[in-house]
C-alpha cells in the first residue's frame, strides 16, 4: 500500500533540502545543499513550486546562488514533480548551455542519489539523451541558447528557466 500514496507535497526548497548534494567541482562547500545559508533563496525556490504563480522574476546581485536554485528546480522537476522543462541559457551549442550542461548539470544529476541514473549519460548514438537534451520517466529536460530562434521551434515547456 505504501507505494500506492501519492509523494508528499514538496516545495522546491523542501526537496532540496532533503535531496539536494553539491558537487565538489562545482562548490566551494560541497555536501548537503541547506537552505538556511542562503535564506533569500527560499522565497524564490517556494514560489517556483507554487501552482497559483505563473512566473518568478528575479533581479539580483551576480554570485549569490540563482544557479542554485535553478539547478534545484531542475532536479525537483526530475525526481518529485516530472514535467518537460526548458532551459535558457544565453548561447547555445559550443556556448553557455554546453558549459551548464556539463559543469554544473551533470555533476548534480550524478551527485545527488535520488537523480543517479534517472537521466542516462549523453552518448552520441543515443538520440533520448545529449549536451542538451535529457529524457527522464515523466518529461524531459532542453537546454537552448536566446541567441538561437531555430532552439525554440515546436516548443510546448511546462517549466521554462
Known sequence: MAAL???????????ADRERRLSSEASAEPGRWYTDRA?????I????????VREVVVMSASQVGKTEALLNCIGFHI?????????IQPTGTGGM???????????????TPCLKGVV?????????NT???KQFPGGSLSLVGANSPRGFRRVSRRVVL
Open 45 to 52: 525556490m517556494d514560489a517556483i513550486s507554487d501552482p497559483t
Open 97 to 111: 548551455a554546453d558549459s551548464f550542461a556539463k559543469d554544473r548539470l551533470a555533476p548534480m544529476l550524478r551527485d
Open 5 to 15: 500514496q501519492p509523494p508528499p507535497k514538496l516545495s522546491v526548497a523542501q526537496w
Open 39 to 43: 535564506p533569500y533563496l527560499r522565497g
Open 131 to 133: 549536451i542538451l537534451q
Open 79 to 87: 525526481a518529485h514533480d516530472p514535467a518537460p522543462i526548458l532551459v
Open 120 to 128: 542516462s549519460e549523453a552518448k552520441s548514438k543515443d538520440g533520448a
